[in-house]
Each structure stands twice: as C-alpha cells, then as structure tokens.
C-alpha cells in the first residue's frame, strides 16, 4: 500500500445539474445527458431536473403526453443519471441551486430561459457555478419532441383517429 | 484470504434475453426490461434484440418513428441493459438463440408471436432455455406505444397538421 503523505485531498466529487422536460426521449436527450456529465469530468454526480407537468403547462402552454412522474422514473432509469427529481411547483433557479448545490449547470440548445435565469441567479449570489450550453446532438432529425410529434401525426392521421 | 478448497465453482453469470421494438420509449419498457434481468437472478446479463425498422415494416405493416439505430442506442442507454443489438433482417428465433445463448428467454405480454416462436425454437433444438412471459406493468395508461401516439394525436390534432 502507498504511504499517505497526508497530503492527499479527496478530490469533491463535482454535481452536474441539468434539466428539461424530457416528454417523449430520444437519444438528443440522452447525448445532451451525457455531455453534461462530461463537463464534471471523472466520477461526476450528474442532477436532473424534471419539469412538472404544471410549469409545462404554464411556460410552454401545453399539456405533456407523459405525466411528470413518469417522465422522472424514466429519466432516472438512465445510466447516464445519478439522480432524478420533479422540479417546484413555481420553477425558481435560485432555489433549485440552493438545494442541489451543483458546480456545473448544463443548459441543452434550446434553453434559453433556463440559461439566462441560471446566469442571473448565479450572479446575484455571486456563486461559483460554471454555467455551460450544451450544442445540438447530430442532425436535428428526431433529436426533437416537436419533430417527433409531426413524424407521429404524418404516419397515424387518419388511423388512430 | 479466504483458503481455496478448490471446489469453488465460478457460477456462470445468466443470459436474459429480451426483445421488443421500443419505437417510443416509456416506463412499461424499462419495468419489462427489469422484471426479465431478475428472472436471471443476481448479475444477470440482460441482452435486448431491437427489432429492425423492415421488420417491424413486414410484421406489423407500420412504420416506426424512430429510425432502428437511435431505439437501439437509447435501449443501450437504460441502466438494467447490458447490450442492445439489432435483430436480424429476416428475424428467425432460432439464429437469435444460436448467437446469444440465452438461459432464459423473456416475453412481454403483447409479444404472443415471438412467444410461440420461442417456444417452438426451443422444443425441436431440445434446448434447457426457460421462456417466461412477463405481466403488462401497473395501469395501461401509457404503457402502451398506441396509447402515446393517441394521445399525441388528440392534443396536437390541429396544431403540428
């Protein structure tokens, strides 16, 4: 066994936190997971963040297809995730970095709310918190909710009707 | 150290095998998934054949909406999956059986076809593969790709036409 010098530090395992709504996945959610993880580097701890079917509703003005807890099972059930959480009935970044504590906040291509109220919230309690965008997985073809959804009508209209 | 009798036999990790096309994945998949790695006790391996989009196409005269290289990279993806592989071309039962070599052979309950298949495969080669059924989880709700695609169809009726 090596001789400890006791100077050796154990390294803090560092806490990623990403998050999205994540209603019907595909492999953009999980490429955007993994690079995510990535950028805590080894033996990161990677947070996600499930939004609740009623701040769906009230920033995106639309009903999920799957309800909140099962968008957050599946989630959890990904080897990239650690953990797995319904986020606050009233979303507020400020809190949610208040109780997970993350060094990193990944935000995917088209969170541009959550990268600007992630950066002030960061500001304004003068944090050390990277927070970093994570780029479009691929060709956008089925790397998205919405072009899933058109691909479904396309194939089913007129036949699950 | 423990003394070495020499009569310890390494016991053979068990080889589940499971099969599906997981076009829109949800939690039903994962609970199936989960149910067929534990029939094979602890540190079974669950290996998953994703069907191939032509033979989905020449079983169930659909299209899938995902294309058969991103379901069977998101399968890869779930925690209880330890390889995903895609099936072959013109899918036959008993090639499946003589490349994996499961010791036990999971069926979901709407896969009576590939049940049948199973079994017959098993009986003329006299294999000792155990093929189980696995029950629908919990409430259909959304257990089902159907019911998702329904239920896509009813809410965005309209609005992504």
């Known amino acids: 066994m090596a001789r400890s010098t006791g100077k050796d530090v154990k390294r803090k395992r560092k806490v990623v936190l990403a998050s999205g709504t994540f209603d019907l996945l595909h492999l953009g959610h999980v490429k ?7 950028a805590g ?3 990161a701890k990677l947070v996600v963040i499930v939004a609740r079917d009623s701040t769906v509703e009230n920033r995106k003005g639309r009903r999920t297809v799957m309800p909140e807890d099962q968008r957050r099972a599946l989630v959890e059930s ?9 986020g606050y009935e009233n979303f507020d970044m400020g809190n949610v970095i208040e109780a997970i504590k993350p060094d990193i906040i990944a935000v995917g291509h088209d969170q541009t709310d959550i990268e600007a109220e992630a950066r002030k919230a960061v500001e304004e309690k003068g944090l050390a918190i990277k927070v970093i965008g994570i780029g479009r997985f691929g060709k ?5 909710s ?3 959804k058109r ?3 396309e194939l089913y209209k007129g036949r699950y009707e």
Chains 1, 2 share one sequence.
């Open 32 to 38: 955007y997971l993994e690079e995510a993880k990535q």
């Open 78 to 86: 990904l080897k990239v995730v650690d953990e797995a959480i319904l």
């Open 151 to 153: 691909k479904i009508m």
């Open 41 to 43: 580097g080894k033996n």
């Open 146 to 148: 919405l072009k899933i």
């Open 140 to 144: 956008p073809e089925l790397n998205s």
